[in-house]
C-alpha cells in the first residue's frame, strides 16, 4: 500500500519500522520539527525522523498543517492510507479525508478508555489490571473514532516506560496485520458513556504525596517512570523514586520507618527499588544508602 506515516515520539519508531519490513510504499514520513534539548539546547530531531532518515525515507516536518499548500502537498501524495502513532498535531478535516481508507491510528489504550495524550501514564495510575493497544479510524474528535481492532496485556507491576515499551511492538505488529486484512476488518463504534480521557502529564503531579494507601503511592510512581519521575525531599534534596514496593510496617506518612527505607504511607508503608538523585544516574536503593544513609525516623516531604 501507498502509505504516509505520522509519529514522533519512541513509541512511533517500531510502527514505521514493521510497516517497512512489511514492503509498504511509505510516501513520506510526517514528524514534529526537531526540538532543543539538553543543557546546550541544541536542536533535536525525534526518534521517528532518525529512524526515518536511516531507513533513506522522505521526511517532513511542518509546524502546522492548516494551510491550504501543506494540505495539498499532503494530498499530492495520493497515499491509500496515513498511519498515525502519537505524532502530536491536528489533523484537519482536509487531511483526514485525503488517503483513500483515511487516516488509522495506533492508540495505547482499549478505547473508549483512557482517550488523550498519557493513555499508558492514566492506566497505571489508576491501578487497571490490563491496558493494550487499539487500532482506530480517526475522525475529528478526539480518539472518537471506529475501532478497527486491539490486543491487550497485563499491566501488573510494570513501569509506564516498560509498559510502552511493550505496547510500542505490539502496536506495530497489531497496525501491519490489520493493514494485511483491511478488507475484513468491519469498524466498531466507541460507546462515549464508558469514555474516560487522559490528561497530558502535568509535572506538579510528580511529587509523592505519602498520605495516600501505599498501593496507589506504588501506582503512582511506577506510572511516572521514567519521565518524569515521581519525587520526595530527603533532608531538602529532591529524590525520585522510579520503582518501588509495598512494604511492611506503619507509622506517620512520609517518616521512615526502617534502616532499610521503608517509608510509611496513610495506609500500609512502601519500598522504593530504584532511586535517582539529581544529576545523578538511576540506582538500586542499596547503592543509594551506601552513598546517602537515611536514619530510621526521617520525615520525608
Known amino acids: 500500500m501507498r502509505i504516509v506515516f505520522m509519529g514522533t515520539p519512541e513509541f512511533a519508531v517500531p510502527t514505521l519500522r514493521a510497516l517497512d519490513h512489511a514492503n509498504h510504499a511509505i510516501m513520506a514520513v510526517y514528524t514534529q520539527p526537531p526540538r532543543p534539548a539538553g543543557r546546550g539546547k541544541k536542536l533535536q530531531p525525534s526518534a521517528v525522523q532518525l529512524e526515518a532518515e536511516t531507513l533513506r525515507m522522505e521526511v517532513r516536518t511542518p509546524k502546522s498543517l492548516k494551510s491550504e499548500e501543506e494540505q495539498q502537498r499532503f494530498a499530492a501524495l495520493e497515499a491509500d492510507v496515513a498511519v498515525v502513532a502519537a505524532y502530536g498535531l491536528i489533523l484537519p478535516q482536509a487531511i483526514l479525508d485525503a488517503p483513500r481508507h483515511g487516516c ?72 501491519v496485520g490489520t493493514l494485511r486484512d483491511l478488507k475484513i476488518h468491519v469498524p466498531v463504534a466507541q460507546d462515549d458513556a464508558d469514555a474516560t480521557y487522559a490528561p497530558k502529564i502535568d509535572k506538579g503531579e510528580a511529587r509523592i504525596d505519602w498520605s495516600k494507601p501505599a498501593d496507589e503511592v506504588v501506582r503512582h510512581i511506577h506510572g511516572l517512570a521514567p519521565f518524569p519521575g515521581a519525587w520526595c525531599e530527603i533532608e531538602g534534596e529532591r529524590v525520585k523514586i522510579l520503582t518501588a514496593e509495598r512494604a511492611d510496617g506503619a507509622g506517620t506518612p512520609g517518616e521512615v520507618i526502617d534502616a532499610d527505607l521503608a517509608i510509611a504511607c496513610g495506609d500500609g508503608a512502601v519500598r522504593p527499588l530504584t532511586v535517582q538523585r539529581a544529576g545523578k544516574p538511576k540506582t538500586d536503593r542499596a547503592a543509594f544508602l551506601r552513598g546517602r544513609p537515611v536514619a530510621e525516623g526521617t520525615r520525608l516531604d
Do not use: C, F, Y
Open 104 to 175: 488509522l491510528n495506533v492508540h495505547a489504550s482499549i478505547l473508549p478508555r483512557w482517550r488523550g495524550a498519557a493513555p499508558i501514564h492514566r492506566a497505571v495510575m489508576a491501578g487497571d489490571p490490563t491496558t493494550g493497544v487499539t487500532i482506530m479510524q480517526m475522525e475529528a474528535g478526539l480518539d472518537t473514532g471506529p475501532m478497527l481492532a486491539t490486543v491487550r496485556t497485563q499491566i501488573g507491576d510494570k513501569t509506564t516506560g516498560e509498559l510502552t515499551a511493550e505496547l510500542a511492538e505490539k502496536g506495530a505488529q497489531l497496525m
